[in-house]
């Protein structure tokens, strides 16, 4: 692991540039919307966040597998991989590099078959979880070639520990501030900007939700690019807009109907 984020293959490699990200998606986008394909994203950041929780997983490792899924569709269509097969796998992937430990092939596929049963019935009715381990382990390895073996991720979660720290220790604001950080890994932010500067964003949403004003003094003495910053908050509040008028349980079914789908599923 690289001593620090700067020279990290993180920093070097999977800081993107917006446009480039918005050309690389344009197939998907010629038939979503953006707002279609950030919702289809969405979903599947719950999947793999629920996946995660039911295999008792740390949020780190959650945060990574959701970052891993977010860059393999960053460089490819929806149509590469069905990100079903992908979600699992990326979850499967990031609990070894977070070092949590190998999770039991039979054990992933038995939690995945009963999330989307018990948790995704919505969006799958009664169709059953369609991959075995043997797809997950091909699946691991397009992964992993798609990555370029790139698989330190640098999370917000310790230089706003730190930040917290710097401030004087604030129990409420460290936990507004951690729950938007969880919200974060379902924009793209997670692709486009330094760590550290995605946790001074939540920072800023948090304190504004708390009314901390007497904050105001300290963000002002940050060295940092307060313009990245505001850009990093205005993704977020999208999202939080968004899902305001948003009904995943009644639209999902159509939007995974047309999102572009690779080969059929495997036969059992």
Known sequence: MAGNFWQSSHHQQWILDKQDLIRDRQHDLNILTEEEYQKIFNFFAS????????????????????????????????????????????????????????????????????????????????????????????????????????????QPYRPLLLFVQDIGQDEQLLTYAWRIVNDSLRTDVSLLYPPYQIAIGALHIACVMLGKENLKPWFAELNVDMDKIQEIVRSIINLYEMWKSYDEKKEIQVLLGKMPKPKPAPQR
Do not use: M
């Open 47 to 154: 999947i793999i966040q629920i996946l995660g929780e039911q295999l008792k997983l740390r949020q780190q490792v959650i945060a990574t597998a959701t970052v891993y899924f977010k860059r393999f569709y960053a460089r490819n269509s929806l149509k590469c991989i069905d990100p079903l097969l992908l979600a699992p796998t990326c979850v499967f992937l990031a609990s070894k590099v977070e070092e949590f430990g190998v999770i039991s092939n039979s054990r992933l596929i038995t939690t995945c078959q009963t999330v989307i049963k018990n948790k995704f019935s919505y969006a799958y009715g009664q169709q059953e979880f369609p991959y075995r381990t043997n797809h997950i382990l091909e699946c691991e390895f397009y992964l992993l070639e798609n990555l370029d073996c790139c698989l330190i991720v640098y």
